[in-house]
């Protein structure tokens, strides 16, 4: 069978050498090709999405390993970016604590935090977790990185209570920076405006002037600490004086640290001011 096989192998390559162009074996092939050329291109077309299919489920595990690492470097960024901000703003407060404590080169300074509202006859009160032990006595200024905040009212050794400028039984002497004009500033509860009283009818005062502390309070708030800006400016006829709204500069809903100026307030009853004491 084999030889049979070859022998016609022989015969079929002698007779296609020899024979000339367009002879019947060429015919023959170019007919076999016209058959076969369009059923091998339809199967190709029909098995090359298939075969795609197949090595795309090979893929599809690399794909969905690399979808995860990708996840988990995301989540990783996003966590480095929230730590990054809540650092930043941290650092943007205490550097305006600080810069705030700079204009008060006088007072040492105690650094608190607020611990809650106080459950007392002041409506408009706050705790703070530093007392006695850390230097803090009542009628100490207490301020922010916005500005006066109010003043120690109580002390304990380890916390203390600070009265609200807000609270309508707080008072601050104030003035008009630029103009010099000194008045008082008090609370009002719980309106956002505190009042200016005891400025002149002529002083030249505009909606948008900012107000500090003037100084005149026996020592307990030093000048120049802000208060607020002017937001409405009226005549009380009946008192011969300008009437005076004022926008706190300290937003008192949202107090978290607070200074204590420890230098301040007024001198304390049998406070000796020398080291040795006096012979009798």
């Not at 007392?120 to 207490?142: C, E, H």
Request: aromatic residues 6%; positive net charge; contains cysteine.
């Amino acid at each position: 069978m084999l030889l049979i096989f070859l022998t016609l192998c022989i015969v079929v390559i002698t007779l296609d050498f020899r024979e000339q162009a367009g002879g019947p074996l060429e015919r023959a092939r170019d007919f076999s090709l016209a058959i076969v050329a369009p059923i091998q291109k339809g199967l190709t077309t029909v098995t090359r999405p298939i075969g795609n299919f197949f090595s795309s489920i090979g893929d599809l595990s690399h794909l969905r390993s690399d979808n995860a690492r990708l996840r988990s470097e995301l989540t990783n960024l996003r966590s480095q970016i929230d730590q990054a901000r809540s650092v930043i703003g941290e650092n943007a407060q205490f550097r305006r604590e600080m810069d705030l404590s700079a204009s008060y080169i006088t007072a040492r300074r105690v650094f608190a935090q607020v611990d809650g509202r106080v459950p007392s006859n002041y409506k408009w009160a706050v705790f703070l977790d530093k007392g006695t032990q850390d230097g803090i006595r009542p009628d100490m200024a207490v301020v922010n990185a916005d500005g006066l905040v109010g003043k120690i009212v109580q002390a304990t050794p380890h916390t203390s209570t600070v009265l609200l400028l807000i609270d309508p039984q707080a008072g601050a002497g104030a003035r008009i920076a630029g103009i010099g004009d000194t008045g008082v500033i008090q609370g009002q509860g719980g309106s956002e405006s505190l009042t200016l009283s005891f400025i002149s009818p002529n002083a030249n005062v505009t909606v948008g002037d900012t107000v500090v502390t003037s100084g005149y309070d026996r020592g307990v708030f030093p000048p120049q600490i802000p208060i607020g800006t002017v937001n409405h400016v009226g005549v009380n006829g009946a008192q011969l004086e300008k009437a005076i709204t004022v926008t706190p500069a300290v937003n008192f809903t949202s107090l978290d640290v607070v200074q204590v100026l420890v230098g301040t307030g007024p001198p304390r009853h049998g406070k000796r001011h020398h080291g040795k004491k006096q012979g009798h």
